[in-house]
């Protein structure tokens, strides 16, 4: 049952190293003698203190090999998940919100527009992740494991309501743009 259990993680990992989305800076040139860039990212990686076992994490070698992050995108159903959430945590110090930071997150289904005559945002399914990213954090004792949040994009061609395209919000009138026609 545990070596289930484990290659189950592994399968876990290896499936999230295939969606990582990080981020890396580039060595200055000034930084590298005798040509040895490598020496310098593991130098690098070797002055933080890392802990043997977070040596066998993807965030380790992410940081020793690119001096950047290891990323996942995290949906808010992983929240609830406990082993996914034990990959989130133990594998990766950046996340990016799966939907949740999408247009049809936060402006739903049907416009509930407010007294400015604006469309209201509902930002509680990222705050939920916000949340649970922040408390364990807090948690974290040392930097290298806390998870950073990145955010998503404003506008998403398929999870914009359609209403939004619209004059007044309003579906029945045609807007400036009405993503509904063929180009």
Not at 45 to 69: C, H, I, M, P, S
Not at 136 to 150: A, H, L, T
């Amino acid at each position: 049952m545990k070596r289930k259990l484990k290659n189950k993680l592994k399968f876990l990992v290896i499936l999230s190293a295939t969606f990582l989305l990080w981020g890396c800076s580039s060595v200055k040139s000034g930084d590298v003698e005798n040509g040895d860039e490598n020496a310098v990212k593991i130098e690098k990686a070797e002055n933080v203190e890392w802990e043997e076992a977070d040596k066998q994490t993807l965030r380790y070698v992410f940081d020793r090999d690119f001096e950047g992050k290891a990323g996942v995108c995290l949906p808010a159903a992983a929240l609830s998940n406990s082993a996914r959430m034990e990959v989130a945590t133990s594998q990766f110090n950046s996340v990016t919100m799966e939907n949740e930071m999408k247009p049809e997150s936060f402006l739903g289904q049907q416009p509930t527009i407010g007294d400015d005559g604006f469309p209201v945002l509902d930002f509680t399914l990222a705050d939920t992740i916000l949340r649970e990213i922040k408390t364990y954090n807090e948690s974290c004792i040392k930097e290298e494991k806390k998870i950073q949040v990145r955010g998503h994009v404003l506008v998403w061609h398929s999870q914009t309501p359609e209403w939004f395209f619209h004059e007044d919000y309003d579906e029945n009138k045609c807007g400036s743009f009405d993503k509904s026609l063929d180009h």
